[in-house]
């Protein structure tokens, strides 16, 4: 089969697909959460991310035979299936890791919640949670980890001690069989162990958190501050959860425009390795490698004195590269309006304003005192 007899099926929201895969033969762009299996009549790969369903009820009796899904995780793909019918497959694990890990960070920055006066506690600790661990040892910062999969990591705990610390990450990917399932792993019963004044930060999967039982929380009072980039029942979101969350977001942590330009070339390098259609490697730039280096705007004006001052400048540097209150006032007027909750939530993936992560920015080092320099080392911003 030769490149130009390819047809590609490829979910809109993938950037770069001409970059990477125009070479190929023809590319077809598809809303990924109502892609049908007629959409697949004459598709030899199909490229997707996590809101397409890959299984039988898509791909019987189509000719695709290699499924790249550029994101992380594998939930919303039958992989035992695709191997069972012979079709490659291949996601791309680690692609937005630190796009999530700077959005914690952010989330953090914009509560005003020194990170480096608290404890934390890493649910799942795959590539976003272990990329966050790394950081925060940097930071020397105590963290405990709970991963049933990782029984050897040297900061690992039980669910109770995690549950435990001031801020609590869950990262954890969606599994519902097996030893270790996640599914509503943190319910009502672990929901009532977080401590009043902690954070509890969910940007893994949203059905990791039971949501009716952290509405019934949030109802009651409970008083820890509550960060969910993802929420059961996708796009369809409780509102009445929205409303009482402290920040709301369209499962956008992983959506840097580094993140998704990594997936697409995992993804690529993967069909190479495939081995199944003849697909020797574009030549192309990195994408973002090419790109002017943007300054922030605001980093001479920093002042920088007290410990507590120190922090208040480093959230307001962090905030001006990324600020969660916007996408979070995007969310919750998006809920007020008159479109459907599920088509304003998956418009406002589609149209994501372009975010660069920390790398691309450069601080005034002038005017910072030696501890932001090495905190902001930590987190990639030079």
Request: charged share 25%; glycine share 10%; hydrophobic share 40%.
């Amino acid at each position: 089969m030769t490149q130009a007899k390819l047809t590609i099926v490829a979910d809109e929201n993938i950037p770069a697909l001409e970059e990477y895969f125009g070479d190929l033969g023809n590319l077809i762009r598809a809303p990924g959460r109502t892609l049908s299996r007629d959409q697949l009549a004459g598709a030899d790969i199909l490229l997707v991310r996590s809101v397409t369903r890959v299984n039988e009820a898509l791909l019987e009796g189509t000719p695709v035979r290699f499924v790249g899904s550029c994101t992380i995780g594998t939930d919303h793909m039958d992989t035992d299936w695709l191997e069972a019918q012979g079709i490659a497959w291949s996601a791309a694990p680690g692609c937005n890791a630190n796009s999530v890990v700077e959005y914690v960070f952010c989330a953090l920055a914009t509560l005003g919640v020194d990170w480096g006066g608290r404890s934390f506690g890493i649910v799942g600790c795959g590539n976003v949670g272990g990329l966050l661990q790394r950081r925060l040892h940097a930071l020397n910062i105590p963290c405990a980890v709970y991963d049933p999969w990782l029984p050897d990591n040297p900061d690992a705990a039980d669910l109770d001690s995690v549950l435990r610390q001031d801020v609590i990450c869950l990262h954890a990917p969606l599994v519902k069989g097996g030893p270790h399932p996640s599914f509503h792993m943190i319910g009502a019963e672990q929901l009532a162990q977080i401590k009043d004044g902690a954070v509890l930060i969910s940007a893994g999967r949203g059905a990791v958190v039971d949501n009716r039982a952290l509405l019934q929380a949030l109802r009651e009072g409970r008083r820890f501050t509550t960060v969910l980039d993802v929420w059961e029942n996708e796009p369809d979101i409780d509102t009445e959860l929205l409303e009482l969350v402290d920040i709301g977001t369209p499962h956008i942590a992983g959506y840097s425009l580094d993140g998704k330009l990594a997936g697409t070339r995992m993804i690529r390098e993967a069909l190479e390795g495939a081995g199944i259609f003849s697909s020797p490697r574009p030549s192309m730039g990195e994408g973002l490698g090419e790109r002017a280096r943007p300054r922030s705007r605001r980093d001479a004006e920093l002042e920088l004195g007290a410990p507590s001052a120190n922090f208040s400048a480093m959230a307001e540097l962090l905030l001006q590269i990324y600020d969660p209150r916007d996408d979070d006032r995007r969310l919750r007027a998006a809920a007020q309006s008159d479109t459907p909750m599920a088509q304003a939530f998956d418009q406002l993936r589609r149209e994501y304003p372009e975010r660069l992560e920390f790398s691309h920015y450069r601080a005034d080092a002038a005017a910072l005192a030696d501890t932001q320099r090495q905190q902001l080392a930590v987190l990639g911003l030079e």
